[in-house]
């Protein structure tokens, strides 16, 4: 199983939350971030992924496209992927380049857990 540097992973439910541990997503941590990512998205049992960025204040544009392309993976496996405690300057820059009319975005953990539940 691979070791994750970058994220914390955890369970609630059927859902996989899966928390960065830096504040700064930079592009030296791009492929890593990819990497584990798209492992933990790709164990069995779980459609439902919640990405939490309470403890991130910075995201390069290399991890964004990681992101973009974990979504559109975790939708074709006819899974959903949501994110949650996006601060103000990620969630500017979601919203500049239009991503948060193509991924689903909660204020907090509570939030998106209840609405992976409403769907």
């Known amino acids: 199983m691979l070791e994750h540097r970058r994220l914390r992973v955890s369970e609630r439910g059927d859902v996989l939350i899966l928390k960065f541990v830096d504040s700064q997503l930079s ?22 992924i919640l990405l939490d960025f309470s403890d991130v ?37 979601l919203v500049i380049t239009k991503l948060d009319t193509i991924m689903d975005i909660a204020a907090n953990e509570a939030d998106a857990l209840a609405a992976f539940d409403e769907t």
């Open 27 to 48: 592009a030296d941590l791009s492929n890593e971030i990819g990497v584990e990512c798209k492992a933990a998205a790709d164990r069995e049992g779980f459609r439902k």
């Open 57 to 93: 204040k910075y995201v390069c544009s290399d991890v964004i496209a990681k992101l973009v392309i974990l979504n559109k993976t975790v939708r074709e496996k006819g899974g959903r992927l949501k994110l949650c405690g996006i601060c103000p300057y990620i969630r500017e820059i």
